[in-house]
Structures are given as C-alpha cells and as structure tokens.
C-alpha cells in the first residue's frame, strides 16, 4: 500500500527540514554567543557604598558589573529599574563574581541610612549589590564624563540605563533598565562574560 | 471542487512547515527578533545592517540572525493565510451545499488571523509563556480545521470511500481517547518546556539536562501519558487490523504512522532527557506532535464519514 517513493520523499523532506533547521539554530546561536566590544575605559572615581566601604574603580576589577543611576525618593522609572535590578540579582545568587551596582544621584538627600533601607527594601543581603554615595559634583562628572550620560537635569533627568562593565573597567554595553527585552539581552552578555571570566581563571 | 481539495491540501502542507517554522522561531530564540510588529525595526524589509535602524529602537536589540528568522516565521504566517483565504473563497463558492467543509474551513481562516494577533501581544509581551503556549494551541486547532474540511470535501468529491468499513462503536471512543491524550501531552510539554526556560533564567550557565531534572513531576506525567498514548494506538492498530471490520485503506494508513511517530517521539524524548536538551531534537518533537495530533483528526473525520451511509 505505502510505495517506496513515498518513503524515500517522507525521509527526503525530514532531512532537507532538518539540515535547514540545524544550520539556522547554528546561526542563531553563534549570533548570540558574540561579546559586544569595549566602548570605553570607565575612569578613575571614589565612593563610599551603603555598609560604609569605600568602592573605587579597581572595586570593578576582576568582577562582570552591571551599573546604573538612580535616586531614592525618585517617584518615576527608578522603581522599575530597581525593581529590574533586583530580579537580576536574584537570579545570578550563585554567581558572586557578577555585582550589582547603584549610584544616586541624589547625594543630598540619599544618606548611607537611606541607602541601606532602599537596600533593604530590596532584598539585598549580600554584597553583591552596593548602592554608593558621592559628592553631586564627583556623580555629575562620573556621569558624564565616564558613562557619556546627559546629566545637566539631576536628580531627576539621570538615564534609565543599565552599564555592563567588564573584569577590565571597560564599559561594554548599554541596555534600557526598564524594558524587558533590552534586559533579557542584558541576561544573554552576563552570560556570556561570566563564562569568560569562569574559563579565564 | 477539486480545486478546493488542491489548496485545503496545499494549506495542510503549508501550515504544518509554519508550524515548523514556529517551532524554530522558539528553538533558536528568535521570538524577540524583531522588537515591534508587525513590521521589523519599523521596516517592511528587515534591517541587513545595524546602519538601517531607526533612531528610535535601541541599536543594541538588533540580531541581523534573529530578526531574518522572526521574520520568516511571520512572512511565511501571512502566506499561508493567503492560501487558506484562497481556499475558503473556493469552498464558498463550490461547497456550499457541505456545511461542514465551509464551516470548518471559514473557522480556520478566522483563527489564523487570530494567530496573527496573538503573534503581535507575544511581541507585546515579551514572549509571555502562556501567550507562546495558546499560540502553539491555535495553530494546532487551525491545521485540525483544515484537515477536517479537506477529508470531508474529499467524500463530496470521491464518494463514501469508508462504505464498505463497519467500525464497532467503541473505536470511537478509542479515537477521541488518543486525541485527548496526545492534546494532554501537548499541553504538558510545553509546561516542560517553559518550565525550563524558567528555570534556565534562574540558574545561569546550568546545564539543561540537570534543569530537567529539578523540575516538578509533570515531566513523569508526560512519560506516563506518553505510554498510555502508546497502548491504545497498539489497541486501536489491532481494531482496525480486524478482518471483520473491514477496515478502509486510509485508517490503517493513518493508524501505521501514528505508531511509527510515536516510536520518533519516545526516542527523541529520550534522548532530551538522556543526552542533552538539543534545540533540533525539541523541535521535531513539537512537530510531531503536530503530526500526530493532524493524524488523531483524520481518524475521527474517517470514522464520522463511515457512519454516514
């Protein structure tokens, strides 16, 4: 009842859908696996995190970091972006060489004390997340000059993006901290630098 | 009429490689290529070059890989509802005395733009789990119209070609009983797999076998249900097998290639959870659930037209 032929194109079909199938699964994943390149050195810069530590630029060394600006009291995309934030530190628990990593803009009003409730508030307690603390005029310039972020309006005009910082201080990528598909990027080249660093060591 | 058949033919043949194509868009992680709907970067033509990118998009969620498959998957969704609006016209025009067939046929078309829709809010959404599971569901309810309407404008245009089989009563019950079993399975795998997406974005850089082995107890279910699938196909081959019943060629057809993708999918199942979680193998494991699925459909259409005599 079934003829050879039929067979012969059954099979036909199944290995041309599979062969097209693996070489565009092959592409795809290779197209993910690619490491966005270094677009600038982050600078030399002195803070003081939320326990009381001080945090400099060689705080970011030999760690993947994921940076970004925010205010407590900030009423609009902060919430998002914090809450973004925690997410992602709540997924990466098992990996202490990825940090988090906040700095307000708001250094008149965000006091350690502050910082450490909005720490609290949002489930920190590890070190793996630091929100720090500086002079207006240090984060102004920080911001500026080593993010490239516009920062005449602070507070309330700081940029609703996430940094990805490497183990060298390079700046290697900017994502949007309150939209979804941007993060889940993000997610891919945290990846991708934490299995370079693993492999490195 | 027979112009009906060859496009209800075309547009099984057609969904079911859009189904694949789907399927793919999953595998690969594509589903986000393409951050707007339903154009592409705000193009009809998707970006070949970062340099094409409107200002507005971020530069950083562009994938040329990503965007060109996403965007397959949706040129090739409006083929075939083309094919299957040519169809519905054709079965209008020349079924109208069938309700069944332009029923059937004029439903799939409605669904299909619904798909068309839902494809657009997983966009919306960033690939909401539930979204990507109705999303699967109603391209499996879309080929199941279309099966339908196909066999039974075959009977309009070949005459009763069940007459001569007497099927007991009770295979009903068997034929309905594997359709539910393998919609179960259906709906259980993509628990499995969205379970795993889940947890992959919880556990980092964990291989995807131990994944599969942290997850809950639907994973037995589907191997349970996968065996109980297997046993009343055996037993539905064995009825249909009966020389009293004289059985018609295109149910023992049906019923011989349903055994065989089961035999496919216990070895490619398996293997996923044996070996590795391979993007290929978990592709045409979907796809032949489809198959199945169509297969289950085409049975019931069968038996229906052998009690119409």
């Known amino acids: 009842m079934i003829k050879r032929g039929h067979i012969i194109s059954i099979i036909a079909v199944l290995v041309f859908l599979g062969v097209g199938a693996t070489w565009v699964i092959s592409k795809a994943t290779q197209s993910v696996k690619v490491l966005p390149g270094v677009i600038k050195q982050v600078p030399s810069f002195d803070m003081t995190s939320h326990n009381g530590e001080p945090f400099n630029r060689d705080s970011l060394l030999n760690k993947i970091s994921v940076l970004d600006f925010i205010f407590t009291s900030c009423p609009g995309p902060c919430p998002i972006m914090s809450n973004n934030m925690k997410t992602l530190y709540k997924q990466y628990k098992l990996h202490p060489d990825l940090q988090f990593i906040s700095i307000t803009v708001d250094p008149e009003h965000d006091s350690l004390d502050i910082l450490n409730l909005y720490a609290d508030a949002n489930g920190v307690n590890d070190n793996r997340w630091k929100f720090l603390r500086s002079e207006m005029r240090k984060v102004k310039k920080l911001s500026t000059n080593g993010f490239l972020f516009m920062s005449d309006n602070l507070p309330a005009g700081h940029s609703v993006k996430f940094v990805l910082i490497d183990e060298n201080a390079n700046i290697r990528q900017y994502y949007n901290g309150t939209d979804e598909a941007s993060i889940s990027i993000l997610r891919n080249h945290i990846n991708l630098f934490l299995e370079r660093l693993r492999n490195s060591v | ?309």
Not at chain 2, 143 to 166: H, M, P, R, T, V
Request: proline residues 4%; hydrophobic residues 50%.
């Open chain 2, 1 to 309: 009429m027979k112009k009906y058949f060859r496009f209800s033919v075309l547009s099984i043949v057609f969904t079911y490689l859009l189904i694949f194509i789907g399927g793919l868009v999953r595998v690969a992680g594509a589903g986000m290529g393409c951050p707007d709907w339903p154009k592409c970067f705000d193009r009809w033509i998707p970006p070949t070059s970062i340099t094409q990118l409107p200002d507005h998009i971020d530069p950083e969620k562009f994938n040329l890989v990503l965007a060109w498959v996403e965007y397959l998957n949706r040129l090739s969704g409006a083929f075939v509802g083309f094919i299957i609006l040519v169809s519905c016209v054709y079965a209008i025009l020349h079924f109208k005395n069938n309700k069944r067939v332009v029923f059937s046929i004029s439903s799939a078309l409605f669904f299909t733009l619904v798909e068309g829709w839902l494809g657009s809010k997983l966009v919306d959404t960033v690939l909401d789990p539930v979204t990507i599971t109705l999303h699967l569901l109603l391209a499996l309810i879309i080929i199941g119209l279309i099966i339908y309407s196909s066999i039974q404008a075959y009977y309009d245009i070949k005459g009763n070609f069940e007459k001569d089989s007497f099927y007991p009563y009770h295979i009903k019950y068997i034929i309905l009983g594997i359709f539910a079993c393998i919609v179960i399975e259906i709906i259980v795998g993509t628990e499995i797999r969205g379970g795993l997406d889940i947890s992959r974005k919880d556990n980092p850089l964990i291989d995807g076998v131990i994944l599969l082995k942290m997850l809950g107890p639907f994973k037995y279910i589907h191997t349970i249900l996968g065996v109980a699938l297997l046993g009343l196909v055996l037993y539905l081959r064995k009825l249909i097998y009966d020389n009293n019943y004289n059985s018609s060629e295109y149910m023992i057809y049906a019923v011989n290639s349903m055994l065989i993708l089961i035999g496919a999918q216990i070895v490619l199942g398996e293997t996923l959870v044996f070996f590795d979680v391979k993007p290929i193998v978990q592709l045409f494991h979907m796809w032949f659930s489809s198959l199945l699925l169509g297969l289950s459909i085409a049975q019931y259409t069968l038996w229906e037209i052998s009690n119409r005599k």
